[in-house]
C-alpha cells in the first residue's frame, strides 16, 4: 500500500529514528459518545479511514458529511526493535478537539484543542520488538 502524504512530519525536530503512521487505520463513527461503554477499546473497528485525511474528506475513504459527535481510530504497528532504550513518541499533527489516546488498552493521553499538535510518551507503555495497539 501506498502511504499518503509520507513526508517527515517537522523538518526542523530531526529525529534519527521515527515512523509515518499515514495510511489505513480502523475507524468507527461513535455518535452517542459511549464507545468504552460498547467495547470500542477492545474490538475492531467496523470501517477504514486513510489518514492524515479527516472524515469529511472524500480523500479519507469515509466523506461523511454529518456532525461526528466522536469517532475512533485504531492501528496495531509494530515497534522496531533498534527502539530499545529509546523514548517512544507518538505525535498527532492535528486533531480535533477532544482527543483521548490509548495504547495496549492504558489511557495515556487526553489533550483539548482545535486541530494543534500534542505529543504523547508510550515509554513504558509499548516495547521495543513488540506490537502496540493505539
Given at each position: 500500500m501506498s502511504i499518503p502524504r509520507n513526508e517527515y512530519p517537522r523538518p526542523q525536530f530531526v529525529r534519527e529514528k521515527w515512523m509515518c503512521l499515514?495510511?489505513?487505520?480502523?475507524?468507527?463513527?461513535?455518535?452517542?459518545?459511549?464507545?468504552?461503554?460498547?467495547?470500542?477499546?477492545?474490538?475492531?473497528?467496523?470501517?477504514?479511514?486513510t489518514v492524515p485525511f479527516c472524515p469529511e474528506s472524500k480523500l479519507s475513504g469515509i466523506e461523511t458529511h454529518d456532525f461526528l459527535n466522536a469517532v475512533w481510530y485504531r492501528r496495531t504497528v509494530d515497534i522496531?526493535?533498534?527502539?530499545?532504550?529509546?523514548?517512544?513518541?507518538l505525535h498527532f499533527q492535528a486533531v480535533d478537539y477532544d482527543t483521548t489516546v490509548w495504547a495496549n488498552g492504558r489511557e495515556v493521553k487526553r489533550h483539548r484543542g482545535g486541530f494543534t499538535p500534542f505529543t504523547c510518551d508510550l515509554s513504558g507503555v509499548v516495547q521495543a520488538g513488540d506490537s502496540a495497539t493505539i
Open positions: 499515514n495510511g489505513e487505520w480502523q475507524f468507527e463513527i461513535d455518535q452517542g459518545d459511549c464507545g468504552l461503554e460498547r467495547g470500542l477499546l477492545d474490538r475492531d473497528l467496523t470501517d477504514t479511514i522496531p526493535e533498534d527502539w530499545q532504550g529509546q523514548r517512544i513518541l
